[in-house]
């Protein structure tokens, strides 16, 4: 999915006094969207699962703030020497928010309602190497696959893969019922979601909040006026960048900075001249200056990348360096490849404010070299059927925000970018047969190398996650290596 990332223009506030209380136990946490429904295996916006995933729903593992797997509700798993094979042993005394007992069966059902041809399941690729699902006992999971899929553990930590009761699953998307450590207790359209402690959790006493609010404010200045005046404790993603000013240095808050799963890329036809050519790739990244770009578009915010991976994850390789911002190297470039002068091309550009706005610098810093881009703005539903479906474009700037979506460089002339590399696509098939995770982050390295030196994409910054909170509230993630707000961890100082 590529999302939407509008930017507001905030008002002006009163400064009001805000007093933390270590004493809390609840918390409330600003959202600027809210979710067309609460069942994150029926939907792919990701603002169902910045309140329901590892607080309502679980699943056989869950994804950390570093991106990491690690324990679900499977407590340990072995994996088969041919990759084929998962064995999972499940947590056992683990109940539903209704009462009703988690086991063996409620995973096998799960999977194969995610699996099943008339599944609504976003992501139902994640479910497509099941061969089989075995449950020799109530707390033991055999899982066969078709093929081996180096990424299948991470699959399974994913919301699109948390784990659902049969009694009540018809219910989920207006009263979500799960084994994670907070309950459903109400949805006021418009306003909130609540959430309570679960008092059946495994671990009751490692969690510190009692009550956990999420409320809906869209507009950027309304979210400023909520902070400062602590209606809001926190708003772990500002819908505006130019709004944080008001809370850098003030001691009451704590300004957040850290990096979504959003690569955003200037996007070249490799279908078009002249783009065809790698000389003039390479002119256009040397004529791009990425820091004055997150400077100006961003406010500073943001990450420049080489590549199409994300910082946080471990496997990251700084791959800033390869092309340099060099307007003169940019000019003898162009003029080797047969453009001493330069030419004119397109610049499609969404609605996203990091899009208009970072385009506009975009065109200033290639017209320094020669290069004469026309904007052409486009509404989000052209921009899918112009640029992404049918490949009609020149350049365009996007971000990419799925988890992990390195591979998509592999689908050649059947992506929208129509880069084509045997050396890539043997890398990607390498990765989906290996389960070892130090191998995996060699190919994941050996994939961005590639990607860099050949610029299938021109490669500018990582969306950043800018939150900003009461300075007493401990424990939101930094990053989002998967849409969530997870509050197992939030607490207040003592």
């Known amino acids: 999915m590529l999302r939407l990332c509008p930017t507001f223009a905030a008002a002006a506030v009163l400064l009001l006094p805000l007093t933390a209380d270590a004493a809390r136990s609840d918390a409330v946490i600003g959202m600027t969207l809210e979710p067309p429904h609460l069942d994150p295996t029926a939907s792919s916006a990701a603002a169902i699962d910045e309140i329901v995933y590892a607080n309502v729903f679980e699943g056989l593992t869950r994804i950390d703030g570093t991106g990491r797997v690690v324990p679900g509700l499977a407590e340990s798993w072995t994996v088969s020497d041919d990759g084929l094979t998962y064995t999972f042993s499940l947590r056992q005394g683990v109940l539903f928010h209704d009462g009703t007992a988690f086991d063996s069966a409620d995973v096998k059902f799960s999977l194969e309602r995610a699996k099943a041809p008339d599944s609504t399941n976003a992501q139902k690729q994640y479910f497509e190497p099941i061969r089989s699902i075995e449950t020799p006992s109530p707390y033991e999971v055999v899982i066969t696959l078709d093929y081996s899929d180096g990424a299948f553990l991470f699959h399974m930590g994913q919301g699109d893969a948390v784990i659902v009761a049969p009694e009540s699953v018809d219910g989920n998307k207006s009263h979500p019922i799960g084994t994670g450590p907070f309950r459903f207790e109400r949805w006021q359209p418009g306003d909130r979601v609540e959430l309570v402690r679960n008092p059946d959790f495994r671990d009751p006493d490692g969690i510190a909040l009692d009550r956990v609010t999420f409320r809906f404010i869209p507009d950027a200045a309304a979210q400023v006026a909520a902070l400062l005046a602590g209606d809001v404790d926190a708003y772990p993603n500002m819908g505006a960048p130019e709004t944080l000013a008001r809370f850098e240095g003030d001691p009451r808050f704590v300004v957040d900075v850290g990096t979504t799963e959003g690569e955003t890329v200037l996007a070249l036809n490799w279908r078009r001249t002249p783009f065809d050519d790698p000389r003039v790739r390479q002119a256009v990244m040397h004529a791009i200056d990425r820091q004055a770009l997150v400077d100006a578009a961003m406010f500073g915010y943001g990450t420049p990348i080489g590549t199409h991976f994300a910082p946080h994850h471990p496997a990251y390789e700084d791959l800033t360096g390869l092309y340099p911002h060099d307007p003169g190297k940019a000019k003898a470039l162009l003029a080797e490849a047969g453009y001493p002068d330069g030419f004119e091309t397109t610049l499609r550009l969404p609605p996203p404010s990091y ?69 890539f696509r043997q890398v990607i098939d390498a990765l989906e047969t290996t389960v070892d995770d130090s191998q995996r982050n060699a190919l994941y390295r050996e994939a961005q190398e590639i990607l860099a030196r050949d610029l299938a994409s021109i490669y500018l910054f990582q969306l950043p996650k800018i939150g900003v909170r009461n300075a007493a509230l401990e424990g939101l993630w930094s990053n989002s290596p998967v849409p969530a707000n997870d509050m197992t961890a939030v607490h207040w100082a003592d």
Do not use: C, K
Not at 380 to 407: C, K, R
Not at 408 to 422: H, T, V
């Open 355 to 423: 899009a208009r706005r970072g385009g506009e610098i975009i065109r200033a810093q290639l017209a320094e070299v020669g290069i004469r881009a026309q904007i052409i703005p486009v509404e989000w539903a052209q921009w899918l059927d112009q640029v992404f479906t049918n490949a009609d474009y020149d350049m365009s700037i996007v971000s990419h925000v799925e988890p992990m979506d390195i591979g998509i460089y592999a689908r050649g002339l059947d992506y929208y970018f129509g880069y084509e590399s045997e050396a």
